[in-house]
């Protein structure tokens, strides 16, 4: 049988858990807003040298643009190898569901009403399932809850 103290180490090592996945969520989106600066940034420049060149054939001899073009692709990369290490996925179509994880090889998911078998679950989008989630953990807030993807 399990003991309070497990079940409370559980549920710590859960919030570890959860807000380890925050913190790379976090700095995924760093890296978007900064793919968005620089991408910003190269379409200034982009426009300035356009303009003041009126010429048909537009070459990039500005260092400054390269350097910005450079930084923008390794940035992509690094944004791209994060999103698939943090979360080994690439389509926005992707579905979460809610599950208790006493039995953590067999979890029961949350079908909006009651905890139904494993695969029997309701699909959320991941901003839904945060959602539910946290309305879920203040029903229960010593229920090991967890999101994962289905």
């Known amino acids: 049988m399990?003991?309070?103290?497990?079940i409370e180490k559980r549920l710590k090592l859960l919030e570890k858990?959860?807000?380890?996945?925050?913190?790379?969520?976090d700095k995924l989106q760093s890296f978007?807003?900064?793919?968005?600066?620089?991408?910003?940034?190269?379409?200034?420049?982009?426009?300035y040298r356009i303009k003041?060149?009126?010429?048909?054939?537009?070459?990039?001899?500005n260092p400054e643009t390269e350097r910005l073009e450079k930084e923008l692709a390794q940035m992509d990369n690094e944004e791209q190898n994060a999103f698939k290490?943090?979360?080994?996925?690439?389509?926005?179509?992707?579905?979460?569901?809610?599950?208790?994880?006493?039995?953590?090889?067999?979890p029961p998911e949350w079908s909006g009403n009651g905890w139904l078998k494993?695969?029997?679950?309701?699909?959320?989008?991941?901003?839904?399932?945060?959602?539910?989630?946290?309305q879920l953990k203040k029903k229960w807030p010593n229920y090991p809850l967890k999101i994962i993807k289905k």
């Open 32 to 47: 978007n807003d900064e793919v968005r600066r620089l991408e910003d940034e190269l379409n200034r420049i982009e426009k």
């Open 85 to 106: 290490n943090s979360e080994k996925a690439s389509s926005s179509k992707q579905s979460y569901v809610i599950s208790l994880m006493f039995n953590p090889n067999s």
């Open 2 to 6: 399990i003991t309070k103290e497990e």
């Open 52 to 61: 003041t060149h009126q010429s048909s054939e537009f070459q990039r001899d």
């Open 17 to 25: 858990e959860q807000e380890n996945q925050d913190y790379a969520l």
């Open 118 to 134: 494993p695969g029997q679950g309701t699909a959320y989008n991941l901003e839904e399932a945060k959602l539910i989630y946290q």
